[in-house]
T-cell receptor, first 114, second 112 residues
Framework: DQQVKQNSPSLSVQEGRISILNCDYTNSMFDYFLWYKKYPAEGPTFLISISSIKDKNEDGRFTVFLNKSAKHLSLHIVPSQPGDSAVYFCAASEGYSSASKIIFGSGTRLSIRP | NAGVTQTPKFQVLKTGQSMTLQCAQDMNHEYMSWYRQDPGMGLRLIHYSVGAGITDQGEVPNGYNVSRSTTEDFPLRLLSAAPSQTSVYFC???????????FGPGTRLLVL
């Protein structure tokens, strides 16, 4: 039972265009969401996050949108650059208690073509 | 400041063998966790710890043991390796569960 789903295993976008990566979740108690980026043979690195009290968070070329009613979030990258080619993981957690865990999706491989 | 370090980088085991994957962080983080990454499955949480002496199970804990005797170290033990445990293992640490997690470079494990 996947609580965090990334239904697109791969995405190819032309350099300079917008990349949109999608993520759906099933647990309505999730209140914090994160995106991580992973290059081959390296550990994931944090990209951007959003709390459930917001519906948008921006950091440079990266914007995350949260639609709580649809249990959906998306990551927009504008403009896309060759260095953005990587695997992107969506993650979610519930609360700050010691029982909280971070659950990751299966990832989307983004390829930026020239 | 080395961040999160993992050893070994790569290991081959035979079915039934045991081994310990090492993880250490020098950022004084309380929260540490172990994940495995498998094709099409993303990162799945194995075990996590919210501080020294406290550990708990994640999504896929079977076949793995952990302990947290110090803030810095969080080893993952495979008691009797199985081919299903062939995977890439990542250790991560953070100041809290909803804070940025810093990942190590990973350990690639092959069980024959």
């Amino acid at each position: 039972d996947q609580q965090v789903k990334q239904n697109s295993p791969s995405l190819s976008v032309q350099e300079g265009r917008i990349s949109i990566l999608n993520c759906d979740y099933t647990n309505s108690m999730f209140d914090y969401f994160l995106w991580y980026k992973k290059y081959p043979a390296e550990g994931p690195t944090f990209l951007i996050s959003i709390s459930s009290i917001k519906d948008k968070n921006e950091d440079g070329r990266f914007t995350v949108f949260l639609n709580k009613s649809a249990k959906h979030l998306s990551l927009h990258i504008v403009p896309s650059q060759p260095g953005d080619s990587a695997v992107y993981f969506c993650a979610a957690s519930e609360g700050y208690s010691s029982a909280s865990k971070i659950i990751f999706g299966s990832g989307t491989r983004l390829s930026i073509r020239p | 400041n080395a961040g999160v370090t993992q050893t070994p980088k790569f290991q081959v085991l035979k079915t039934g063998q045991s081994m310990t994957l090492q993880c250490a962080q020098d950022m004084n983080h309380e929260y540490m966790s172990w994940y495995r990454q498998d094709p099409g499955m993303g990162l799945r949480l194995i075990h996590y710890s919210v501080g020294a002496g406290i550990t708990d199970q994640g999504e896929v804990p079977n076949g793995y043991n952990v302990s947290r005797s110090t803030t810095e170290d969080f080893p993952l033990r495979l008691l009797s390796a199985a081919p299903s445990q062939t995977s890439v293992y990542f250790c991560a640490s953070s100041t809290g569960v909803q804070e940025t997690q810093y990942f190590g470079p990973g350990t690639r494990l092959l069980v024959l």
